[in-house]
């Protein structure tokens, strides 16, 4: 057998050198083999960490969201609150009741920093600013004058005023559909209530003529209830008698300024609102029917109240908060006024005054107390 250039190997020779090219014929086909199991194994490599990706991957890609949401889950809301004197534990509570009805937990993702004068306006700017040096996201204020110490004191801390007697006329928003700025609120109007409530104690007290007024002059709203009151006298046939009060000292002798007075109104106020037992054994010692706008007057002694439910006031002010911190602008957010207003009568201060209620009082009260 001739190999290569034509030398003849015989035929051991042969047979040795096709041994041999099968033994290369096989090595090759060895490593031929290697190289694909090679191939395989890193090919199931690969697959088995496409496999690990995509079961793992999702769960990665929710923990990312499911982070950030915890984290805001554990944002905790600072708000502030402020008024002038203590307000009624009611009023407080039902605000309180608002924000967990909304899901905020007092201790747990909001707290509140209450801010209360004792009484007097002066400290109102020194109060409101701590609150905004406390960096809080809103600042609930009870009443007018918190509200316009909130007005000065920021442009940029949203606001939630509760309760406050016109709002556009005393100049703290633009108006009532959009009201501007960094302030909205509850608010209702001052002349309606008052003409309402001399209505009503006229029709209480039959022999009704003159009508003494109490009001704060430090209270921006109040001239403008006076004014509304006025009107209303006028329409009624009443004279009115005002007697400025501007703090509880004063009472005594505003008692004794409108002796002679056949009824009273209270016009609303803070001074009135944390005095208000004060002044309803003064009306009941003065034996002077008086009328106020707060049931809480009448709980604790007072005759008669015409006026807005103040915890479900205070409670909606909870819906603004809420909005607020959700993103909404105070400018945007509309000022609500309640449609429904409370008559509550005290029979038992009634009958110490000598007075019956009429069966038609009688069947419009809201609720008759005989405490």
Not at 14 to 34: F, K, P, V, Y
Not at 106 to 126: C, H, M, S, Y
Not at 193 to 215: D, Q, S, T, Y
Request: proline content about 7%; aromatic content about 8%.
């Amino acid at each position: 057998m001739t190999v290569g250039g034509g030398i003849d190997v015989g035929p051991r020779a042969a047979h040795a050198e096709r041994s041999a090219h099968q033994g290369t014929i096989m090595q090759l086909n060895d490593c031929d083999r290697w190289r694909r199991v090679q191939r395989l194994a890193m090919s199931i490599r690969f697959d088995a960490l496409i496999l690990v990706f995509f079961l793992f991957a999702p769960a990665t890609c929710v923990a990312l969201p499911a982070t950030a949401q915890e984290s805001q889950a554990r944002k905790i809301y600072r708000i502030g609150f402020l008024r002038a004197g203590q307000p009624p534990t009611a009023w407080v509570e039902a605000f309180q009741q608002g924000l967990r009805e909304l899901g905020y937990v007092a201790g747990k993702n909001v707290v509140i920093e209450f801010r209360f004068t004792d009484g007097g306006l002066d400290q109102l700017p020194q109060l409101v600013g701590e609150l905004v040096r406390l960096k809080v996201d809103v600042i609930v204020v009870s009443g007018a004058p918190p509200a316009l110490a909130a007005q000065k004191a920021t442009t940029s801390v949203p606001v939630v005023f509760a309760a406050v007697t016109s709002p556009v006329e005393i100049g703290l928003i633009a108006q009532l559909g959009r009201p501007g700025g960094n302030i909205t609120g509850l608010a209702f109007n001052a002349t309606d209530l008052a003409g309402k409530r001399l209505e009503l104690l006229k029709e209480l007290v039959p022999k009704l003529r003159r009508v003494a007024v109490f009001w704060d002059p430090s209270n921006p709203t109040n001239p403008i209830q006076l004014k509304g009151a006025e009107v209303a006298a006028r329409t009624l046939g009443l004279h009115l008698q005002p007697a400025p009060v501007r703090g509880p000292s004063d009472f005594e002798a505003a008692f004794k300024a409108v002796r002679g007075a056949d009824g009273l109104l209270l016009a609303d106020s803070p001074l009135f609102t944390s005095h208000r037992r004060r002044l309803a054994g003064l009306t009941t010692t003065s034996r002077l029917p008086t009328i106020s706008g707060l049931r809480d007057f009448v709980e604790v002694g007072g005759l008669v109240s015409y006026g807005a439910n103040y915890p479900d006031l205070y409670r909606r002010a909870a819906t603004y908060v809420d909005k607020i911190l959700r993103g909404a602008k105070p400018g945007d957010l509309p000022v609500e006024q309640p449609t429904k207003f409370d008559f509550v009568l005290n029979n038992r201060t009634a009958k110490v005054l000598g007075l019956t209620i009429p069966p038609s009082l009688l069947l419009r009260a809201d609720q008759m107390i005989d405490q």
